[in-house]
């Protein structure tokens, strides 16, 4: 046991460096604590509640395989910056520097500076990540890191690029227990134990999921309170924002397509919950 010791402790060491091994750990963590950045952590876990999702487009499909081989993804996010541009520049040395990342796209303009590199390893990609630069307005980090499916490389550059931040918060704060499914119509869900709901942060139900023509918002509490209610797609995109309501309240879905959606709700301090609710 003995002569074992060693090369287990070396074998964990390389486990626990390889899953911290991103840009966002290796040089950027002291943004992750500071609040003038909005920071986003998905760890592995969330990808696993994601795996009974099913995409009905071939987008959504090939980015659901993307995300399943995942380690995680960090988000820096800051809006209405002067140091923009600096910050961008800050983190496009530290890459040259590094020596390990690829470049995939670069463009630069007048107004913006945008980047996304990929990192690989024995001839796996195992990071992909982009950052925007807008002259005076807004920067943007994001690290994905895990196994990177070749194939639909381009699919995930392209989601990060497009939706951006806002792609990002949509695997934040996911609760866990609104993925368990409960029969359509009329139903409460099924909770995981003793058939009753877990006491959550926003202290609400979302049922019936799935759902064929409307969703209820219901408080579990006596006290009314009052949330922002968007819809988000799987890909980031907002799909329906309905704006301030009071709950309990009735959301009509029955002009959605058929597939799988997020569903954010924002209290007045600024916290926010998704539930993933399902269209037949």
Not at 37 to 60: H, P, R
Not at 132 to 139: L, N, P, Q, R, V
Not at 188 to 193: A, H, M
Not at 223 to 245: I, P, T, W
Request: glycine residues 6%; negative net charge; proline residues 4%.
């Amino acid at each position: 046991m003995k002569k074992l010791l060693p090369f287990l402790v070396w074998f964990s060491m390389c486990t626990l460096l390889q899953a911290q091994d991103n840009i966002v750990s290796n040089y950027f963590s002291q943004y992750e604590k500071d609040p003038a950045f909005e920071s986003t952590d998905v760890t592995q876990k969330t990808f696993a509640l994601l795996e009974e999702v099913e995409a009905q487009s071939e987008e959504e499909k090939g980015f659901l395989k993307a995300l399943g081989k995942l380690d995680g993804i960090k988000v820096l996010h800051k809006e209405k910056t002067k140091d923009a541009e600096w910050l961008y520049q800050e983190v496009a040395d530290k890459i040259r520097k590094d020596g390990r990342y690829e470049d995939l796209i670069v463009v630069q303009d007048e107004s913006d500076r945008i980047m996304i590199v990929l990192r690989e390893e024995e001839k796996e990609i195992r990071e992909l990540v982009l950052v925007i630069g807008e002259k005076e307005e807004s920067f943007l980090l994001i690290t994905i890191f895990g196994e990177i499916d070749l194939e639909n490389i381009t699919n995930l550059a392209g989601v990060m690029q497009s939706n951006g931040a806002k792609w990002s918060r949509v695997f934040q704060n996911i609760d866990s227990d609104e993925l368990v499914f409960g029969p359509a119509g009329e139903g409460r869900p099924i909770w995981p134990s003793d058939d009753k709901a877990p006491e959550a942060d926003f202290n609400i139900e979302v049922f019936p999921n799935p759902a064929e023509k409307y969703v209820r918002l219901i408080p579990t509490d006596t006290a009314e309170a009052v949330y922002d209610l968007e819809f988000f797609s799987l890909l980031g995109e907002s799909v329906k924002q309905v704006g301030k309501v009071s709950l309990p309240y009735r959301l009509e879905v029955e002009d959605l397509p058929s597939g799988a959606y997020f569903l954010r709700l924002t209290n007045t301090a600024g916290q926010f919950r998704n539930y993933r609710i399902v269209k037949p």
